[in-house]
């Protein structure tokens, strides 16, 4: 298990997260994700940190608090010392009835840390996240609370997670022009069958100095290798009943067959070879990986072992590849360049062959 540094702090995390959103389960939608108990749980999270995990993800949402209580039970089970491992918990979603008990502002994410500290059984999280888009609350007071929630000492660091990139770009700028916490992670949706963070979400976190965090890096399920090129797979599979994350249905086959080619060659699962893919990716700093039985989460942790081969990476680079939108072919195509680096207009070859790559 390497370690790598959470965006621009000291805190290391493992490359691999355990994320809790299968513990709990016990009506809903819910019930397709997970329905873990407390037994369950607790050998999730003991074979994730003996295989060197000290990175555990969960949210206020997660099967109606259960998977936080459930996380706290086993942290306290198992009494590991608390400066050994980070603990990220979210804010978003609704935990009440009452018309103030969702969203982004500052009455939601103050009581909410504390409902989520005594589910916890802890006196911090080390990482504070809103779990997405609030269109009633300005991001400024989002942002001003959350520091809040930093220098109260209820929480180390403060990330985001499903954001548009230009709304976390303005909150990651005022953050700094008003010396508050500002976002040091992204927790978002990206894997070999969706890329689609690596148009702008990506660039922006590179730029910015921001740990990506990804999850669903299986898509739901969808490449755990039950599913075929078609997306036939097994009848209590959760896609079955749970179909979610989207994913474009005509790129899939080729992924799925490209995952497929170098599961043989390799002779790793393809989840492993999915979640060994994405550990190329430069701008990933932990994937969240989730499990509901001991050997899933086994055979997910092994991805940190497996290295695939050039040829491997481009095969499966090349079968899940984002088709080019504007502003990206445009960028591309006027920044054609001579071997010195300086601009320079491009021939008439060179936009024939920029065109056709493009399309």
Same mark, same amino acid.
């Given at each position: 298990?390497?370690?790598?540094?959470?965006?621009?702090?000291?805190?290391?995390?493992?490359?691999?997260?355990?994320?809790?959103?299968?513990?709990?389960?016990?009506?809903?939608?819910?019930?397709?994700?997970?329905?873990?108990?407390?037994?369950?749980?607790?050998?999730?999270?003991?074979?994730?940190?003996?295989?060197?995990?000290?990175?555990?993800?969960?949210?206020?949402?997660?099967?109606?608090?259960?998977?936080?209580?459930?996380?706290?039970?086993?942290?306290?089970?198992?009494?590991?010392?608390?400066?050994?491992?980070?603990?990220?918990?979210?804010?978003?979603?609704?935990?009440?009835?009452?018309?103030?008990?969702?969203?982004?502002?500052?009455?939601?994410?103050?009581?909410?840390?504390?409902g989520s500290l005594q589910r916890l059984g802890l006196d911090h999280v080390d990482l504070y996240q809103i779990h997405g888009f609030d269109p009633a609350t300005p991001i400024e007071e989002t942002v001003r609370a959350l520091d809040d929630v930093v220098r109260s000492g209820k929480a180390r660091y403060v990330g985001f997670s499903n954001l548009p990139a230009w709304l976390a770009s303005k909150a990651i700028t005022f953050a700094e022009q008003n010396n508050l916490a500002r976002f040091q992670s992204a927790q978002v949706y990206?894997?070999?069958?969706?890329?689609?963070?690596?148009?702008?979400?990506?660039?922006?976190?590179?730029?910015?100095?921001?740990?990506?965090?990804?999850?669903?890096? =299986?898509?739901?399920? +969808?490449?755990?290798?039950?599913?075929?090129?078609?997306?036939? %797979?097994?009848?209590? /599979? #959760?896609? &079955?009943?749970?179909?979610?994350?989207?994913?474009?249905?005509?790129? =899939?086959?080729?992924? +799925?067959?490209?995952?497929?080619?170098?599961?043989?060659?390799? %002779?790793?699962?393809? /989840? #492993?070879? &999915?979640?060994?893919?994405?550990?190329?990716?430069?701008?990933?700093?932990?994937?969240?990986?989730?499990?509901?039985?001991?050997?899933?989460?086994?055979?997910?942790?092994?991805?940190?072992?497996?290295?695939?081969?050039?040829?491997?990476?481009?095969?499966?680079?090349?079968?899940?590849?984002?088709?080019?939108?504007?502003?990206?072919?445009?960028?591309?195509?006027?920044?054609?360049?001579?071997?010195?680096?300086?601009?320079?207009?491009?021939?008439?070859?060179?936009?024939?062959?920029?065109?056709?790559?493009?399309?």
């Amino acid at each position: 298990m390497r370690y790598n540094l959470l965006g621009k702090t000291g805190l290391y995390v493992s490359e691999l997260c355990l994320g809790a959103m299968t513990f709990g389960g016990s009506k809903g939608m819910w019930q397709s994700i997970g329905q873990l108990g407390d037994k369950e749980s607790l050998e999730l999270v003991r074979t994730a940190i003996e295989a060197g995990v000290n990175f555990i993800d969960t949210a206020d949402v997660y099967s109606d608090g259960d998977s936080e209580r459930l996380l706290g039970a086993a942290l306290k089970s198992l009494d590991r010392p608390r400066e050994q491992l980070v603990i990220a918990t979210k804010v978003r979603g609704r935990v009440g009835p009452g018309v103030n008990q969702v969203g982004l502002s500052r009455a939601h994410i103050l009581g909410s840390i504390d409902g989520s500290l005594q589910r916890l059984g802890l006196d911090h999280v080390d990482l504070y996240q809103i779990h997405g888009f609030d269109p009633a609350t300005p991001i400024e007071e989002t942002v001003r609370a959350l520091d809040d929630v930093v220098r109260s000492g209820k929480a180390r660091y403060v990330g985001f997670s499903n954001l548009p990139a230009w709304l976390a770009s303005k909150a990651i700028t005022f953050a700094e022009q008003n010396n508050l916490a500002r976002f040091q992670s992204a927790q978002v949706y990206y894997s070999i069958a969706g890329r689609d963070i690596e148009r702008e979400i990506a660039p922006l976190c590179r730029a910015e100095g921001v740990a990506i965090l990804p999850w669903s890096p =299986l898509a739901g399920g +969808l490449l755990s290798g039950k599913f075929d090129p078609d997306k036939k %797979g097994p009848a209590d /599979a #959760r896609r &079955a009943s749970f179909d979610f994350p989207p994913v474009n249905m005509e790129r =899939l086959p080729r992924v +799925l067959t490209a995952l497929r080619t170098v599961s043989e060659a390799t %002779g790793a699962s393809v /989840a #492993r070879v &999915a979640l060994a893919w994405q550990l190329t990716r430069p701008f990933v700093t932990s994937i969240i990986i989730g499990a509901k039985r001991p050997e899933q989460l086994i055979d997910n942790l092994a991805a940190t072992e497996l290295t695939l081969s050039s040829e491997q990476v481009t095969l499966l680079d090349d079968a899940s590849a984002l088709p080019a939108e504007y502003p990206g072919w445009m960028v591309e195509f006027q920044n054609t360049r001579d071997p010195r680096g300086a601009p320079n207009p491009p021939s008439e070859a060179q936009i024939r062959a920029t065109v056709a790559r493009l399309k």
